[in-house]
């Protein structure tokens, strides 16, 4: 098999052996891959180190015809995201971030799009721990992966009849089941569903920016955390950390 060169973000690393990893990254032209790199976890190796998740760079693999894992030859490191780890509530939004990007993006299916998405987001990110600003990013990112990967939620009208949800001052319902915003006239025919303010559905739905609505942005990650426990059938692992952070 030929090498593959790809820019790579690296989502997950999990120690194989004393001196090797298998890593699960994000590449840029050929989606997300499981690779061993033998001898990572050795001081001098050709891939500059053990490799932790947000660690980037160009790498070389080989895909294997038979075997799941890829071989990853090679990993030049290209500095960025150093920043995040300075930054505990960031830190633990951008491992979300990773989180579900592993457990929504299929092997060798590129998404260049949600790739560049999730790199800005990093970068956002690393500049600040400000509760509104990494929520806003975090769900910003959250609603572009579930729309690169097809499954955008219905957020602007009604998922049931259309209803434009601008159109009610009320209470919403957002269910997971039904992929969208129910009106108030239809959430009673739905069991799987969660309140939402009028306001949350706006922040979602993007016709208010998330930083001009501080007050709801918890309570639109937390409708989004309830979706994701959904599409996953478990909570996501990072959930707890992120909303030990934001509790208001
Ligand atoms: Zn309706």
Known sequence: MTKIKDTALALRGVNYSETSQVVT??????GKIAAMAKGSRRPKSAFEG???PFAFGQVMFIPSPTDKLATLTELVRIPRFRLLHTHLRAMYAGLFALELTEAFCQEYDPHPALFDALVAALEHLEQGDQEV??????????LTLLAEVGIAPVLDVCVNCGLAVTTTPKDLYFSS????LLCPGCEPSFADKRRLSAA???VLNRSVPFDKAPTVAAEAERALIYHFTELLGR???MEKYVMEQNRT
């Open 25 to 30: 990254l994000l590449t840029r032209e050929h």
């Open 50 to 52: 053990a490799i932790e």
């Open 133 to 142: 600003r990494v929520l806003s990013v975090l769900m910003d990112y959250q």
């Open 177 to 180: 089941a039904a992929n969208g």
């Open 200 to 202: 949350c559905a706006a």
């Open 235 to 237: 909570p996501p692992k």
